[in-house]
């Protein structure tokens, strides 16, 4: 079945530092990618998403490259902020339900 | 534009008894999907209802059950509570029950805790 495996946490950085958190997927057909961001006690909310293979996803300096051929959906900011604390979550959809990877936690200290 | 709304923010209940969260979806969207998410994983899939109709359905027992109303907004009940049923329980809409791949908007979630 569909499957999403996600670098588990928790990570800890410096601010300013390249933050890369890895996900790979299983899926039948062809999935849309998703990262998704939750911050304490709140909902997840969404950061970016790729629909298609070779397509970037984008927002708020973070980056995520649908890699067909690996089988990846790494997410990538290249200078963290403290602010950027939270879990982040990988997801793929083939249709009607979201299939969620463990999240990683990342906590960025100043 | 209201976001996803969700309430209660949280709840507690004991065992064996039955528990009702409501969910009221983004503006413009007719579909509602539910997810448990237990402390420190990932969110699990429950349903999906769109159309007023359960349209899929996760691994997850049938004491959990749902329903949509006519304005889209939907319930998610549970029956026979378990210790094991305390979790966040999120919401999210989304448009055209998955025809298109559309982005889920999921609410705050409610937290239930089963004593």
């Known amino acids: 079945g569909d499957s999403v495996t996600q670098m588990e946490g928790p990570v800890t950085l410096s601010e300013e530092a390249f933050l890369t958190i890895n996900c790979t997927y299983t899926?039948?057909?062809?999935?849309?990618l998703f990262w998704y961001v939750q911050y304490p006690g709140e909902g997840l909310q969404l950061l970016l998403k790729?629909?298609?293979?070779?397509d970037k996803g984008s927002n708020k300096g973070f980056e995520a490259t649908y890699r067909k051929e690996t089988t990846s959906f790494h997410l990538e900011k290249g200078s963290v902020q403290v602010s950027d604390s939270a879990v982040y979550f990988c997801?793929?959809?083939?249709?009607?339900?979201?299939?969620f990877g463990t999240g990683t936690s990342l906590t960025v200290i100043p | 534009d209201a976001g996803v709304t969700q309430s209660p923010t949280h709840l507690i209940k004991t065992r064996g008894q039955q528990v009702t969260l409501r969910c009221s979806p983004k503006?413009?969207?007719?579909?509602v999907s539910w997810y448990q998410q237990a402390l420190g994983q990932g969110p699990q899939f429950i349903f999906q209802?769109?159309?007023?109709?359960?349209?899929q359905r996760g691994n997850f027992p049938d004491r959990f059950s749902g329903h949509q109303f006519p304005n889209y907004s939907s319930e998610l009940n549970v029956n026979a509570l378990l210790l094991g049923d305390s979790a966040l329980y999120l919401c999210?809409?989304?448009?055209?029950?998955?025809?298109?791949?559309?982005?889920?908007?999921f609410g705050p979630g409610t937290r239930l805790l089963v004593l």
């Open positions: 999210a809409s989304s448009l055209g029950a998955g025809q298109y791949q559309e982005t889920q908007y």
């Open positions: 899926a039948t057909g062809y999935p849309s």
């Open positions: 790729a629909t298609k293979a070779d």
């Open positions: 997801a793929l959809t083939t249709g009607n339900q979201f299939y």
């Open positions: 503006s413009g969207h007719d579909t």
């Open positions: 209802y769109y159309e007023e109709e359960e349209r």
